[in-house]
């Protein structure tokens, strides 16, 4: 496979699951329905997109970010030498209140990590967002067998790797990229 082909998250061949219900938009898309089953039978120029077919032999185009591999986890890989530390944004039994009151002395792309208070044994990742109105967009990190994703399409061996990907990657579905880690109150000086 040769190097532009690299950063593609699925593989020709491979079973991929419908996250989402997809209505075709355009001719060459293939509609499909969430938890439906898809064969990936090629890669485009644009790795967000890729040629699929369904069980009944319909083929056509399919977004990436509305599939996720049936059996592999598509695990990012570092591409740093730099460490991002999950202490640097660690803020233990915070509540979503706290959060946004912490975080309004920031600009956009602050951040930090905090327990989820709804989905226990997950995290919530709060990022910062001062346009018009500031407000702070919060997302889920769900942690599954010794992984974690926000999009059940990427997943992370370690939080420092999602901290990397999110950092040093614009686009990938968050409301900004992460820029400052906001440090818990009792370690800042």
């Given at each position: ?8 998250h699925?593989?020709?061949g ?5 996250l ?31 040629k699929?077919?369904?069980l009944?032999?319909n083929t ?13 986890k ?11 530390a ?7 039994q ?7 009151q ?13 327990d ?10 709060c ?15 769900i942690?599954?067998?010794g ?13 420092s ?12 579905g ?6 400052q880690?906001?440090k ?6």
């Amino acid at each position: 496979m040769s190097e532009y082909f690299s950063e593609y998250h699925f593989q020709v061949g491979e079973t991929v699951i419908g996250l989402f219900n997809f209505k075709k938009i355009e001719d060459e898309d293939l509609t499909f329905k969430m938890g439906e089953k898809l064969t990936i039978i090629s890669l485009t120029h644009d790795k967000n997109w890729y040629k699929a077919r369904n069980l009944k032999g319909n083929t056509g185009m399919v977004p990436a970010n509305y599939i996720k591999s049936e059996t592999i986890k598509n695990f990012y890989k570092s591409k740093s030498a730099k460490k991002y530390a999950f202490e640097d944004c660690y803020h233990p039994q915070t509540s979503r209140d706290k959060a946004i009151q912490i975080l309004k002395k920031f600009s956009t792309g602050a951040y930090l990590i905090r327990d989820s208070h709804h989905f226990p044994n997950d995290y919530t990742l709060c990022i910062a967002v001062s346009d018009y109105n500031f407000r702070v967009e919060n997302y889920r990190i769900i942690r599954e067998n010794g992984s974690l994703t926000i999009d059940e399409v990427i997943y992370f061996r370690s939080e420092s790797d999602l901290i990397e990907y999110y950092s040093t990657m614009e686009n990938h579905g968050l409301v900004a990229t992460l820029n400052q880690a906001v440090k818990p109150i009792e370690s800042q000086p």
